[in-house]
């Protein structure tokens, strides 16, 4: 990118160096123009007008805007890759979650109203609890595994 933008500058502001143009008329009539005159004939020198420069002023307010162009596509390009790593992320949370919920559900479900594990305690829990958290499960799944 940097060496296109270098590229369209010179182009731009590029002033090749003024050659002599020479024309003449041959005995047949027809005109020619060269850089080199013929050595037997006599020829003149024409003088070619270049397009003006441009305006110093104008020149450094082009490249300065090229140059915040460039500074904004490189933030929007690291803007981006940020939040597809957020979404990864979270992408990669949810998953694990989504385990997690469904684990929960298939374990209250198979259990019944025996012993359930929460954190390093056993506790029966009353079918009206075990209602509770199933429907928390559920509720969980609905959240976490929409995309799987």
Request: aromatic share 6%.
């Given at each position: 990118?940097k060496q296109r933008l270098l590229f369209?500058?010179?182009?731009?502001?590029?002033?090749?160096?003024?050659?002599?143009?020479?024309?003449?008329?041959?005995?047949?009539?027809?005109?020619?123009?060269?850089?080199?005159?013929?050595?037997?004939?006599?020829?003149?020198?024409?003088?070619?007008?270049?397009?003006?420069?441009?305006?110093?002023?104008?020149?450094?307010?082009?490249?300065?805007?090229?140059?915040?162009?460039?500074?904004?596509?490189?933030?929007?390009?690291?803007?981006?890759?940020?939040?597809?790593?957020?979404?990864?992320?979270?992408?990669a949370t949810n998953k694990k979650n989504?385990?997690?919920?469904?684990?929960n559900l298939q374990q209250l479900t198979?259990?019944?109203?025996?012993?359930?594990?929460?954190?390093?305690?056993?506790?029966?829990?009353?079918?009206?609890?075990?209602?509770?958290?199933?429907?928390?499960?559920?509720?969980?799944?609905?959240?976490?595994?929409?995309?799987?």
């Amino acid at each position: 990118m940097k060496q296109r933008l270098l590229f369209a500058l010179l182009v731009l502001f590029f002033n090749p160096a003024s050659a002599e143009t020479y024309r003449w008329v041959s005995e047949d009539g027809v005109v020619t123009y060269s850089q080199t005159p013929p050595p037997d004939v006599k020829a003149e020198t024409v003088k070619i007008k270049s397009a003006p420069s441009s305006d110093a002023e104008v020149s450094k307010e082009r490249l300065q805007n090229l140059r915040q162009r460039l500074a904004d596509s490189e933030e929007d390009r690291a803007l981006k890759k940020s939040e597809e790593k957020e979404q990864a992320e979270e992408q990669a949370t949810n998953k694990k979650n989504c385990g997690a919920a469904r684990k929960n559900l298939q374990q209250l479900t198979a259990l019944g109203n025996r012993l359930y594990k929460t954190g390093d305690e056993y506790v029966r829990l009353t079918e009206e609890n075990r209602q509770k958290r199933m429907q928390q499960a559920r509720d969980q799944i609905k959240e976490y595994c929409k995309s799987y």
